[in-house]
T-cell receptor, first 114, second 114 residues
Framework: GAGVSQSPSNKVTEKGKDVELRCDPI?????LYWYRQSLGQGLEFLIY????????KSGLPSDRFSAERTGGSVSTLTIQRTQQEDSAVYLC????????????FGPGTRLTVL | AQSVTQLGSHVSVSEGALVLLRCNYS??????LFWYVQYPNQGLQLLLK??????LVKGINGFEAEFKKSETSFHLTKPSAHMSDAAEYFC????????????FGKGITLSVRP
């Protein structure tokens, strides 16, 4: 079946611009995670969605970062006023439900802020 | 709180040689442990996972890992390396509770020499 998809695969933007990154989870998966992979920090958790519950935003690095999940499916990660330190690969993962299910990852979006 | 330590950033082996990638974890609850592999410009692919029960876990592509509670380790092995095994490998531990976010190690790059 279809896996997790993310778009765009690459995004180059200028410092100060806003960007939106999209994630389509595996159909039927209720849990969705965003992670960031950067050279300096490795893989870091950003935000977690479970069904229609309020998201866990504890990993977001600043208030320039936000995310939403519409209809319990597609998620969008928005970064406002991008900075060079935001350059990283943003990975989305989904899992079937609550608990420590396996997380299935998308191919990621490589963000470059010039 | 959880943490994962992967000592060293790069391992090089000859084709046909044993692969051993080390992972030590810290967890305040019984751990769920994962090994993921990342090929260039791709997302993370699950190799294997330990939840409960049998401590020797077999995964895809001939990899296996053994959970040793007394040593807080979950080392990844493969008896005979193949050129296609060249990739980056991440060990991760899952949080307990509704948000089962993964905490990753820094990753190890495996090179395979012909």
């Amino acid at each position: 079946g279809a896996g997790v998809s993310q778009s765009p695969s690459n995004k180059v933007t200028e410092k100060g611009k806003d960007v939106e990154l999209r994630c389509d989870p595996i159909s039927g998966h209720t849990a969705l995670y965003w992670y960031r992979q950067s050279l300096g920090q490795g893989l870091e958790f950003l935000i977690y969605f479970q069904g229609n519950s309020a998201p866990d935003k504890s990993g977001l690095p600043s208030d320039r970062f936000s995310a939403e999940r519409t209809g319990g499916s597609v998620s969008t990660l928005t970064i406002q006023r991008t900075q060079q330190e935001d350059s990283a690969v943003y990975l989305c993962a989904s899992s079937p439900g609550q608990g420590r299910d396996t997380q299935y990852f998308g191919p990621g979006t490589r963000l470059t802020v010039l | 709180a959880q943490s994962v330590t992967q000592l060293g950033s790069h391992v090089s082996v000859s084709e046909g040689a044993l692969v051993l990638l080390r992972c030590n974890y810290s967890s305040s609850v019984p751990p769920y442990l994962f090994w993921y592999v990342q090929y260039p410009n791709q997302g993370l692919q699950l190799l294997l996972k330990y939840t409960t029960g049998a401590t020797l876990v077999k995964g895809i592509n001939g990899f296996e890992a053994e959970f040793k509670k007394s040593e807080t380790s979950f080392h990844l092995t493969k008896p005979s390396a193949h050129m296609s095994d060249a990739a980056e490998y991440f060990c991760a531990v899952s949080a307990s509770g509704a948000n089962s976010k993964l905490t990753f190690g820094k990753g190890i790059t495996l090179s395979v020499r012909p």
